[in-house]
């Protein structure tokens, strides 16, 4: 019945790592009637705090179409009953237009009770596609130093956060350049400066001698695009900030730079292009390093 | 270039593959391909932002339209034809630098209409004298709008010139017409469209073939036993057969795509991505070919038949063509490259119309294993791997690989590993004339054809249709429905080899 509907699911308490292979091969099988490919291009692990998980699920929902993959979604809940691992699994099964094919993508939702939490890593990487790049996007402000963040980092070749759901900034990004040499980082709050940013790049050069910017935006978007234009300018600009949920306006030494074109990127857009970038961004790393 | 190159903000921006600011004047532009291909190709472009912000578009033809019913007609162009839904602000952003001019080609006084319109834009919009020319016009005209052009250069600013095919109709007419080019303009500013070469397939071939460490050791004579190189339309010649009458499958396809895709299949590694390089390795391609004499070359017309559960006529039914047309719309030729990667390799290629279904492939098929030790397929049961790059449709590639058929003993069955393009990467391909009209804008020649490749080219096609003059076969001598005529499957059973048909 499901093998039509192209998704199949499973649920387990307590379970173990080496299960979940097996249960997801039974799924596999369940909704392949022929002509089902798993052309998987990453492994993309997500760390996601309870308070996140419905926003996180949403995102992902708009994305594991676009990047086949097997994804494993940790959700650490150090104050659960117990110790254990509780999982649900997703096969879904996207048609092919016109072939008759289907690609399939993996979902694998872990939750982590109890001292689980303490070592996510081992329990993610007997579950990594072999050779293929892993992508971690880490919600809210990482732990910087603490076990469970440091070795999952180790595990992966790109971090992804979001450092507009990061408190007190711009103190944190001291920290995120200390990881830079460690794996790559994609921020999404960067990522949707990105229209902002081009829209500046087209004003030069007459904005080259700017002293201040002024931002209507998170505080993330604030500080980046200053420390940006630090960085590209190699010198001192000041930067004064109005709180908004999104990047609305930015002023230059107190003259309005126009509206960019074309609409805000939607989440699993920003997130899905991420995913399509391997290398390091040398032009974050410098902005972020010059954000404090 | 240069204010690109000192603009620190631009860096990481991707800002790089943004073209200047440039007007793109379109010669045909009451016809079919700007409406069907051209202008959709530029409003997808728009969609994705990859126009420069200062960018302007001219029609020229001598249809009587004003500048909004161009529009009009472009915007409905683009809502039936684009491969991006149709959005009101993506349109508004192209359709103020949007004009057309109604002129013959030969008229001195449109010829000046035209220059002060591209002036005025050059006010209006900041295209700072740079043009694209974009010929989408019967090859009559080719050489009065070449001069006329090459006349008429902005006293700042670049200029290039798209060329579509039919590039001449043989060596000596395509001599001429790079002579006219190359009167007015420098081979680097000349861009032959082949939009074969724009097809995400076909760079593939050379992604696949230079990104992977292991298919080039085993890509040569030692391994590979032949190639088969198949462009199969299902379409009949449509509305074409004015055009069709004249060229036939061999300079419709066998000339310029058939013998791309070869060139690309089997050229040495270039040392770098440019323009010169790629193109200096396909010459010596193409250089190396030869047919080893007219028996091995097929022709055919396709008679009544059966495509898709449908009846259709044959050739010399359609409309247009002569009832004893000898236009032969199906070529299967043996192809030999003489260097040391593939001395006595052959390529088998084929192009036709009203053939069973559309398809597009290239089939590395490679040697047999020398001695299985498995005594149940001893002869004939093990069959040799393949390599297939599907161009079209189901873009993607497939390996043909024997695999133990589980259960005892030792049963060996063929199996194929596929990645599929769709399946891997979840967006659209762009469409070819997206990439060769943004190439062309940037100045970049790689996947357009040279001078010399054109006069390879037809240096291999004259002497077939030399030799064909001398016969009449008879015509028709497949059904529409099939893979060709009879006389196709002899030319590779004679060597021990079958078509692929699936
Ligand atoms: N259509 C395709 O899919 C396709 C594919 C590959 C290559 N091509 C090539 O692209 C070129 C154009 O093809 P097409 O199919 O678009 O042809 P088409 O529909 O016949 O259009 C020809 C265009 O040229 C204009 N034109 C012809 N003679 C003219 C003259 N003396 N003065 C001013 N304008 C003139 C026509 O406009 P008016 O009648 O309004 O003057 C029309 O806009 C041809 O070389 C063709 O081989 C086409």
Redesign the interface.
Known sequence: MAATMGVERWEGTDVSVGEIERHLADLRSAVDEGGMIRTSVLTHLAWVPPEWEERALETLAGMAERHPSRTIVLVPQPDAGGNGIDATLWLNAFPLPDSGRRVCSEVIELRLRGSLCRSPASIAAPLLIADLPVFLRWRGQPPFGQQQFEELVDLVQRLIVDSTEWPRLPAPYAQLSAIFHRAAVSDIAWARTTRWRRQLASMWPEIAGVRKIRVTGTAAQAHLLAGWLRSRFEKPIGLEHEDSERLIGVELDGEAAPFPPGDPPQPSDVLSEELDRFGRDPVYEAAVGATV | MAVLE????????E?ARTPEPCALVIFGASGDLTRRKLFPAIYSLAYR?LLP?RFAVVGVARTEWSDDEFRDDMESAVREFARDEFRQ?VWD?LAPGVRYVSTEFDSPEGADRLSACLTELDEERGTRGNRVYYLAVPPDVFRLLVRQIGEQRAAEGWTRLIVEKPFGYDLTTARELNQGLHGHFAEDEIFRIDHYLGKETVQNVLALRFANGIFEPIWNRQFIDHVQITVGESLGVERRAGFYEQAGAIRDIFQNHLLQLLAVTAMEPPIDFTAESVRNEKVKVLRAMHTPGPKHIVRGQYGRGFVDGEDVPAYRDEEGVAPDSMTETYVAAKLFLDNWRWADTPFYVRTGKRLPRRETTVAIQFQRAPHPPFAEIAGEGLRPNVLIVHIQ??EGVSLEIGAKVPGHGMQIRTVHM???Y??????GLPEAYERLILDAMLGDATLFTRSDEIEEQWAIVDPIVAAWRRDRPVFPNYASGSWGPKEANDLLERDGRAWRTH
């Open positions: 000192q603009n620190p903000l631009l860096e990481g921006l800002l932002q912000a602000d952003t449709p189901n596929d990645f599929l769709g399946g891997a990467f979840r967006t």
